[in-house]
DNA sequence: GTCTATAACTCGATAGAC
DNA sequence: GTCTATCGAGTTATAGAC
């Protein structure tokens, strides 16, 4: 008799990401304590490390599921609406200007952690070539080819996250309608 | 009576500057010493030092130096082609490859190091204002602001760093003229 | 906790420009 | 003669091994 429920396990285990990401964002990876992220979960430290091994397995899993999400929203997306509510689930997370700091955090520890700079580049690549699909789907300009297509709308969102942390008085919400202003401009000029 | 050469005195900083931001590009700012900057600058530790109070600071000068070279470009550009001519400054240094990887690791120091982050805060606010007031006196859509479309300027030249560190197959150099066909197309759609 | 290796930084001396 | 640029061995702090 298995005594395990999966689904309450992957719920668990989905909020200890969830809040430890919250604690990563704020005060960085290395200043975060392993005891902080189970007071914030509601949790002993014994639970968690039944669900993770690690300090950095947990920051690691964070951006496993940011890809796992990523592919789930690319794979209900279709045409251009489709485009647009990919690049809505991408800024999403800007919602909390904290995470901006989340993603320099990553950035600076995939510098010092070669499999985790791996993960990145294939979550970067997996995003790209699926945005690549789904615009092929699309009435966009013919010239431009959907991988440079797909590589600039990516660029684009990192230019929010980019400004967000760097320019105290760049309101990204108020931002997103100009980033799609400017895709659809780039990629339907005639629209 | 002054002995000190203020022409040579300056060049010679600048060359330090120079060698040692392409040491920091490879190797990073923890993981170069000042031994290898000295070795590579063609002087000895003791001379470095005359120059540079600390590591530190030549990192620091490195982005100081940068916030001249942009001050200065922008001050003698004017009209559309001034704006293109300061993006080909903006994205020049991606000839080599290497400095995305500078950038990393100004962004990784400045989150270690609160005046670092102020001094890049203020080079990205000089450069934004810099650039409203250039779009100002040219002929854009005028329903996009001046400070929203330089501060998107910006966001799309660190989109370009961006995909070039994450991205092995994203070649900078072939990609500029797509933003520049992206900053013409959400500026001036009509043209 | 102690030890060692490494790397940032110091200092006194020297050479040469004005 | 004075003042500056240069040198490089020496000092000290620290990070990692055991």
């Keep these: 008799m ?28 290395e200043r975060t304590t392993v005891a902080e992220i189970c007071t914030a979960a509601g ?22 599921q940011d890809g796992l999400d ?41 510098g010092r952690d070669p499999s985790l700079a791996a993960l990145v580049v294939q979550n970067e690549l997996a995003l790209r070539d699926g945005l690549a699909t789904l615009l092929s789907s699309c009435d966009i300009d013919p010239s431009v080819p959907p991988v440079t297509a797909a590589s600039w709308i990516q660029g684009l969102v990192d230019g929010l996250y980019s400004r967000t942390s760097l320019d105290p008085s760049f309101d990204p919400a108020e931002q997103v309608p100009v980033l799609k202003q400017i895709v659809t401009r780039f990629l339907r000029p005639t629209s």
Tied chains: 1, 2.
Excluded: M
């Excluded at 990401?17 to 005060?27: E, N, R």
């Excluded at 639970?47 to 690690?54: A, D, G, M, T, V």
């Excluded at 279709?78 to 997370?93: C, K």
């Design 43 to 64: 949790i002993s430290t014994g639970s968690l490390f039944h669900y993770f091994p690690s300090k950095k397995a947990i920051f690691r899993a964070i951006f496993e």
């Design 70 to 110: 990523n592919a789930r929203v690319l794979s209900s997306a279709s045409g251009w609406a489709g485009v647009l509510s990919v690049i809505d689930h991408l800024v999403a997370p800007l919602a909390d200007r904290a995470v901006a700091g989340l993603v320099v955090e990553l950035v600076a520890q995939a």
């Design 2 to 29: 298995r005594t395990v429920d999966p689904v309450r396990h992957s719920a668990k285990r989905r909020h200890i990401i969830d809040t430890a990401a919250g604690c990563f964002a704020v005060k960085g990876f």
